[in-house]
């Protein structure tokens, strides 16, 4: 375990940043005084594979003939929860300091929710405005949308580079009428993360109003809907009508123009967003 020099509180050796305030880690050295004898390892059992989604009968149970303490561990793996999470990321010329946030807190930011139990996937959506041209894309991860595979999806985030995105005003809405098509669980939380520092185009491509957005978030049965803004500017407050179509929160993104500073800020708010994503997973 690490343990954070700032709050104390205990970590998972694989996390960055502290599960509890998002301070960075520091790497402990150690050195083994008494080493043990070594112990020659025992292959393990190899059993069936199992879907963790197909709960198994008590008849089907028997005839894998596994023993009690087995066939428990197997049921809390199917019980287990599950959360699929697409990041709607504006990657806009000021958003540089957000990109190297998410790259760098990426697997600290899935340790902290698979600790508490819940089995998680990422994907991201990368938005500019689309009124200049500026498409929006979906990023893949050896050829699916969503990976469980948290360095995997660093090493794509870690080719993101902020630019463009014209007038002040982005395809956010858009954005999120992209991931809404997406293919999430039919098992597990549907959340979405909205990370940006400007206000919507209203209308865009797509979105003629922000009642259409609200509507459709209610009818993909999101569960959870989270708003990385500047929640004191006005322009943006517009983003807190979402929160009618799905539960969540919005996040304060932090001002100023030095990108790391803004990085680090973000890292501690990507800490209290997965607490708070493990906390409404069921």
Request: proline share 5%; net charge negative; charged share 20%.
């Amino acid at each position: 375990m690490k343990i954070c020099s700032n709050c104390g509180a205990s970590n998972l050796e694989g996390n960055n940043f502290c599960i509890e305030c998002g301070t960075a880690l520091a790497v402990v050295a150690t050195t083994n005084k008494h080493p043990q004898p070594v112990q020659t390892p025992i292959a393990p059992t190899v059993l069936p594979t199992i879907p963790p989604t197909q709960p198994l009968s008590p008849s089907e149970i028997n005839a894998y003939g596994l023993g009690q303490q087995v066939q428990q561990k197997l049921q809390q793996l199917q019980n287990k929860r599950s959360a699929d999470i697409m990041f709607v990321l504006d990657c806009t010329g000021s958003m540089q300091g957000e990109i190297e946030a998410i790259k760098d807190a990426i697997i600290s930011f899935a340790n902290t929710i698979e600790s508490d139990g819940v089995r998680v996937r990422v994907g991201l959506i990368e938005f500019r405005d689309r009124l200049i041209q500026e498409e929006h894309r979906v990023l893949t991860f050896n050829g699916e949308i969503f990976t469980r595979d948290a360095v995997a999806f660093r090493n794509e985030v870690a080719k993101l580079r902020a630019g463009g995105g014209g007038d002040e005003p982005e395809s956010s809405l858009d954005a999120i009428l992209l991931a809404l098509r997406q293919p999430f669980t039919d098992t597990g939380s549907k959340v979405i993360v909205l990370v940006t520092d400007a206000p919507p185009h209203i209308p865009d491509i797509e979105t003629h109003n922000i009642d259409q957005v609200t509507q459709a978030i209610r009818n993909t049965g999101v569960q959870q809907l989270y708003l990385v803004i500047r929640t004191q500017e006005q322009s943006s407050q517009v983003y807190l009508k979402l929160l009618e179509g799905a539960r969540g929160l919005a996040f304060e993104l932090g001002k100023g123009d030095d990108f790391r500073q803004r990085a680090e800020d973000f890292k501690r708010t990507l800490m209290s967003l997965g607490k708070t994503i493990s906390q409404a997973t069921r």
